[in-house]
Nanobody, 121 residues
Framework: QVQLVESGGGLVQAGGSLRLSCAAS?????MGWFRQAPGKEREFVSA????????RYADSVKGRFTISRDSAKNTVYLQMNSLKPEDTALYYC?????????????????WGQGTQVTVSS
């Protein structure tokens, strides 16, 4: 069983930055971040393979967001820069046992409770 606990969300002005953290316990091969805005489907943001740190990003966040992991702390991070109002959403951390960096919610086996990110214009 994998447990995931997110933190780091908040309210920020457009152009600002936030760093999300996800502390994980249990075995997993890949971790990802997804987000869901009100009335919209959950969408892929980024993913990282735990062992070799191969990363993947949605086109909408490339060049602005950076995913990383700290193996010693069993924590994955999402550094979000140049935030835009359209980045406003509930951000979820997810983990999967497979080694590929999946982009569909159904690719992931475990989910955190979510952390809210709100970007004001």
């Amino acid at each position: 069983q994998v447990q995931l606990v997110e933190s780091g969300g908040g309210l920020v002005q457009a152009g600002g930055s936030l760093r999300l953290s996800c502390a994980a316990s249990g075995q997993r091969s890949t971790m990802g971040w997804f987000r869901q805005a009100p009335g919209k489907e959950r969408e892929f943001v980024s993913a990282i393979s735990w062992s070799v740190a191969i990363t993947r990003y949605a086109d909408s966040v490339k060049g602005r967001f950076t995913i990383s992991r700290d193996s010693a702390k069993n924590t994955v991070y999402l550094q979000m820069n140049s935030l835009k109002p359209e980045d406003t959403a509930l951000y979820y951390c997810a983990a999967r046992l497979g080694i590929s960096t999946g982009i569909r919610p159904s690719d992931y086996d475990y989910w955190g409770q979510g952390t809210q990110v709100t970007v004001s214009s």
